[in-house]
């Protein structure tokens, strides 16, 4: 038997169960392994919602960002084998928060031995979205960018890769945040009604890319900041984005293996600033869920 953390019926937090079933078996085009760490992501409470839709059959196992040691292989899989360590995204129905899970090979990738299990655990999803947001368009060392939602799992390790990059960074948060966004080297201003203006006294010229982690009225509230409508790009709100004349997030295969590099040679760090086993699940997923956590939240079952 394997324990695993699912939703019971697409709702609120109260449908969540950590149940005990039969380890899932590998399809012939997947590896199996056992989870060594799982990232906490809003994806996972929206997606209990059914705000990312109601395809899968409830109990779904929740986690989509994992990492582990390969316990079997598919019959159709190459380079993979047991005792490796990997990590990558769930199989479509599969969970993170599990004792065991499978993993498409195609989209597994082997672990750096330099890399913690837990900071592979964040690579998939918060990782990759922040290597993606901060290359949506070249620039050039020295350009502006504003990140909104600057202090979470994606913008803590954006606002590190524009500093790889020399970008002159404003980063927009709580103001909690502020020592640990002012130590990447960027600009702080504390989140709430007088951003514009903070934003524009440091960047009156515009910045060249506005990255948003946030959405809605916070999003329409600094969209404007851009020294064109299409240097906007929202990982939470893409429509509101193509509204003001920006884009969603994109990705390409490679983004993940990219910034996994950049991560082996320690220019970014994922930040888990907490841990839990999988009996507090929960309590992992509501303090996500507050839409105010600092880093990575990380569950080690
Ligand atoms: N489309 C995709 O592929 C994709 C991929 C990854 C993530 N996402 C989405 O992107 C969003 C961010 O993800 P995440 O993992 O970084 O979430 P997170 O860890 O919860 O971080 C969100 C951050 O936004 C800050 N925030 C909230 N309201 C704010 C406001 N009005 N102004 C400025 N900052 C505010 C929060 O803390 P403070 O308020 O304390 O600063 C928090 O640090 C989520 O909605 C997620 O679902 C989408």
Redesign the pocket.
């Known amino acids: 038997m394997s324990l695993v953390y699912v939703f019971n019926n697409y709702g609120g937090p109260e449908t969540e169960a950590l149940i005990d079933r039969d380890a899932p078996v590998p399809g012939p085009d997947e590896i199996g392994l056992e989870v060594r760490a799982a990232g906490v992501?809003?994806?996972d409470w929206?997606f209990r919602e059914g705000q990312l839709g109601r395809g899968f059959a409830v109990p779904v196992p929740m986690g989509q960002e994992v990492s582990g040691v390969v316990t079997a292989v598919g019959a159709a899989v190459e380079g993979f084998k047991v005792g490796d360590e990997v990590f990558g995204v769930p199989a479509p129905g599969r969970g993170g928060f599990a004792e065991h899970t499978t993993m498409r090979a195609i989209e597994a990738l082997a672990k750096p031995a330099g890399i913690s299990f837990t900071d592979a655990a964040t690579i998939p999803?918060?990782a990759t979205?922040a290597y993606d947001l901060t290359h949506v368009v070249d620039l050039d060392a020295g350009s502006s960018v504003l990140i909104?939602?600057?202090?979470?799992?994606?913008?803590y390790m954006a606002a590190q890769i524009c500093a790889v990059h020399q970008f002159r960074t404003v980063t927009?948060?709580?103001e909690?945040?502020r020592e640990l966004l002012e130590a990447t080297g960027a600009s702080f201003v504390p989140?709430g009604v007088g951003v514009p203006d903070a934003v524009r006294e440091l960047f009156p010229e515009g910045v060249d890319l506005v990255i948003d982690?946030?959405?809605g009225q916070?999003l329409r509230d600094v969209a404007g900041l851009a020294v064109s409508p299409d240097r906007v790009v929202s990982?939470?709100d893409?429509d509101t984005a193509a509204a003001l004349g920006g884009t969603?997030?994109s990705?390409d295969s490679e983004s993940m293996e990219k910034i996994t590099d950049v991560i082996a040679y320690e220019l970014v760090d994922p930040h888990v600033t907490a841990t839990f086993p999988l009996d507090r699940v929960r309590e992992a997923l509501a303090a996500?869920e507050t839409?105010?956590?600092?880093g990575?939240i990380v569950v080690i079952p």
Not at 291 to 294: F, L, P, S, T, V
């Open positions: 992501n809003p994806a929206k999803v918060a979205a909104l939602g600057a202090g979470g799992g994606v913008g927009v948060a709580s909690a945040k989140s982690l946030v959405g916070a990982a939470p893409p969603g997030r990705t996500v839409g105010h956590a600092a990575k």
